[in-house]
């Protein structure tokens, strides 16, 4: 099955929340954990445990595996294959851009079959040109995989690049918009490029109607936005649209059911 048909069959069957491992300094503090690469196998794991098989997707972020160097990413490379083999999408959040040679290795790195580090989907950069990410796009097809491609970010600083306007009246968000839009047409429900729109940025101006593809949508719970700025930004694009949410859940352990607990209430505050 393609990217964009499992994630709609995950969100089916669990609810629409993407769970981050964000393994932060602070937070391994706050678990009884030392700030090393065995406090951040423990913490990686216990997330794994807690959420595995229970949400519809899980994101862990790679550059708090990165931090600790090729032992952390070996501990990464365990969370994506615990997690998949619990039958849960893994978006691995690496944010990778380059120009298009370079891309096709990183390509090979998170979107190629048999690669320890591909999950279900990546997330990418497009500020090289969207056309430069055309190798990981075509790795994500050819291996049923998918990617999220940044459009409007969640971070405050991110508007005066997204939002400024080019030549042709677009903003740059709303062409980034129309090109994954113009390589998900005809998918059915949902095509394999994914955006990002954080659930922060306010006033949405951009169109996002014609996507078909999935948006992972950032800053729900310890950014500030709550499940009515969720409805408030996306409107009726809601139901295409997955929020994620890391510290926030990740606060309650270092139990694992408190864990789940937390993230099963994350995910109910978006039903009401
Ligand atoms: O626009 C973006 C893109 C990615 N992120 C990432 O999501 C999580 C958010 O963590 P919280 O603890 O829920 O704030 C983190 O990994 C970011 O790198 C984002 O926040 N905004």
């Known amino acids: 099955m393609r990217f964009g048909q499992r994630l709609a069959a995950a969100v089916a069957e669990h609810g629409p929340l993407c769970v981050g491992i964000d ?3 602070a937070l391994l503090d706050a678990w009884g954990l030392p700030r090393d690469v065995s406090g951040l196998e423990r913490f990686a794991l216990t997330c794994v445990e807690a959420f595995g098989g229970h949400v519809a997707a899980v ?3 790679a550059a708090f ?3 600790h160097g090729s032992r952390g990413v070996a501990v990464l490379e365990r969370v994506v294959a615990d997690l998949r083999g619990s039958g849960t999408l893994v978006l691995v959040d690496a944010k990778r851009g380059d120009i298009g040679s370079t891309m096709a290795a990183y390509a090979a790195a998170y979107l190629t079959e048999g690669s320890p580090l591909a999950g279900d989907a ?3 950069s497009p500020y090289l040109g969207f056309g430069s990410l055309d190798p990981a796009l ?3 097809r050819a291996s049923g995989r998918g990617v999220f491609v940044l459009a409007l970010t969640s971070n405050p600083e991110g508007s005066s690049v997204q939002r400024a306007v080019g030549s042709d009246g677009r903003s740059v968000a709303q062409s980034i918009i129309d090109e994954a839009a113009r390589r998900n ?3 059915d429900p949902l095509g394999d490029v994914g955006l990002v729109v954080g659930a922060t940025v306010g006033d949405l101006g951009v169109d996002l109607s014609h996507l078909r593809g999935p948006v992972l949508a950032p800053g729900f719970g310890a950014q500030g936005a709550t499940a009515a700025d ?3 930004v996306f409107g009726r694009e809601l139901p295409g649209v997955l929020p994620t949410s890391s510290r926030d859940v990740l606060r309650h352990g270092p139990g694992s059911a408190a864990l789940r607990s937390a993230a099963a209430s994350a995910r ?3 039903a009401l």
């Open 230 to 232: 969720l409805r408030a």
């Open 268 to 270: 109910d505050s978006l």
């Open 185 to 187: 047409a005809g998918a």
């Open 122 to 124: 990546v997330t990418l």
């Open 65 to 67: 595996f990165e931090a």
């Open 59 to 61: 994101k862990p972020q």
């Open 138 to 140: 075509e790795a994500a």
């Open 23 to 25: 393994p932060h300094p």
